[in-house]
């Protein structure tokens, strides 16, 4: 299943005359710093150029610590180019008439193909965020598709997909999977929650014992609240009773809550509750995401891709920039900021996983998570303020290079690995592939 490993070595290297956009409160925006990484982690932020006369020129460029995604389905990402607004080619039915037919190695194709996709655009962690998890085969083979790539992140186990609500998840299985998978086998990059149904989608026989067995676990918890998909009018996400049942908390993360109450928002923030955002399939799907409401009352908030099937791309300066302009008009938001959006695709994702003191800025102590961005696009000149720029005028492919761990993924503008070039270059035959076996089976038309 999986190829021999091509990842590349951790690099240790001083770049000087960069520009830095931290995001460390402390240290701020440095016009001319130098960066230097030892070890896969960050030694030093310092002022200034260097005389080191090895130090790489990084002149012309903008560091930036690398995004956090924290909500992706990496197992659908073969879907992509299926999904249309045609009849009975919408996210749902694809998913449906697609998920069975999947073989465990398209799980882990998919799994490259999307992360693969994301260090292009720079983001350097990755919550997977799996909803079709049949065996625990697809389990694994997820998890050594992130090792493999070489993207931190979280693995999240849930249910195979459209498992009958009164049907509980493989406990046992789920206790497996967490022993096969001890600290020593990942590396430092990748630790495990629990993707859960919750009380909107099963009975109390189910989600009960499901919430019990993750927290017995130390397993994080994560949930999707999206009724506004199903429920004509919606306006609650139900938090509340979430809240009331002691099922909300810091280890809880809440994904979309489009429709939630004034309620449902301060439940959130009494009990430090996160929500993951995904506002491009949001706007398309469910409404318009409630960013503006959720800073203003103190939730913690993060960014996520979703799906690369719905169809979406993980460019997270566009996305930002759509944010903040749909803030700007649906409320006049003076809260949506570029500058809390970048920390919103940064070190706010590297809080709601539990990785603040791993990522999520540019500090000395953390691990090398990075970017580099081409100063001199023409999108981004004449700058003023560093972080406005960024968000208003940037994109994906001013990203010239980006470092997880320490290692160098992305060089140039292209993916170092051969594995990962060969995942992207391979998808289009392994989707055909799946639809054929769909079509055969006579699920697929």
Excluded at 191 to 209: E, K
Excluded at 226 to 232: G, H, K, V
Excluded at 295 to 304: D, W, Y
Excluded at 374 to 381: F, I
């Amino acid at each position: 299943m999986s190829p021999e490993s091509d990842l590349p070595a951790r690099t240790d290297l001083t770049i000087t005359g960069l520009t830095v956009v931290t995001m460390d409160p402390h240290l701020g925006d440095l016009a001319e710093a130098t960066v230097t990484v030892r070890s896969g982690e960050i030694a030093a932020v310092t002022p200034g150029s260097s005389d080191d006369p090895d130090a790489v020129d990084g002149r012309g460029l903008v560091a930036l610590p690398g995004f956090v995604d924290t909500h992706w389905h990496l197992w659908n990402s073969l879907l992509r180019g299926t999904v249309g607004d045609a009849p009975g080619r919408d996210y749902f039915s694809v998913k449906r008439g697609l998920g069975p037919h999947h073989e465990v190695e398209d799980f882990y194709w998919a799994a490259r193909f999307a992360l693969a996709e994301a260090v292009t655009a720079g983001i350097t962690t990755v919550h997977n965020w799996d909803h079709n998890v049949r065996t625990g085969e697809d389990a694994d083979v997820n998890v050594r598709a992130q090792l493999d790539a070489g993207v931190r992140g979280r693995f999240s186990y849930g249910p195979r997909d459209s498992t009958p609500s009164d049907e509980p998840m493989d406990l046992g299985e789920l206790r497996r999977f967490v022993d096969r998978w001890p600290p020593g086998r990942l590396d430092g990059l990748l630790d495990f929650g629990v993707a859960l149904r919750g009380p909107h989608r099963t009975p109390a026989a189910v989600y009960r014992p499901e919430w019990t067995t993750a927290r017995e676990l130390g397993l994080p918890i994560t949930m999707h609240c999206d009724r506004c998909l199903r429920e004509e009018g919606c306006r609650s996400c139900g938090l509340t009773r979430l809240a009331d049942e002691g099922l909300l908390g810091p280890d809880m993360q809440v994904v979309h809550a489009v429709h939630a109450s004034s309620e449902d928002i301060a439940a959130l923030a009494a009990t430090g509750t996160s929500v993951s955002l995904s506002p491009i399939t949001e706007l398309r799907t469910m409404g318009f995401p409630l960013v503006s409401e959720l800073m203003e009352a103190g939730v913690p908030v993060s960014l996520s891709t979703d799906t690369l099937a719905m169809p979406t791309a993980p460019d997270v300066l566009t996305t930002l920039r759509a944010v903040e302009a749909v803030e700007l008009a649906r409320r006049g938001s003076t809260v949506a900021t570029p500058r809390r959006l970048l920390e919103m695709a940064t070190l706010d994702g590297a809080r709601d996983l539990g990785l603040a003191d791993v990522t999520g800025s540019i500090t000395p102590g953390k691990r090398a998570d990075l970017l580099f961005l081409d100063a001199s696009a023409a999108n981004l000149r004449p700058v003023g303020d560093l972080a406005e720029a960024l968000v208003r005028q940037g994109r994906a492919t001013d990203i010239v290079t980006v470092m997880v761990d320490g290692r160098v993924l992305l060089e140039r503008g292209r993916l170092v690995q051969p594995s990962a070039r060969a995942a992207v270059d391979e998808a289009d035959a392994r989707r055909d592939a799946l639809v054929a076996r769909a079509r055969a089976a006579g699920a697929w038309e």
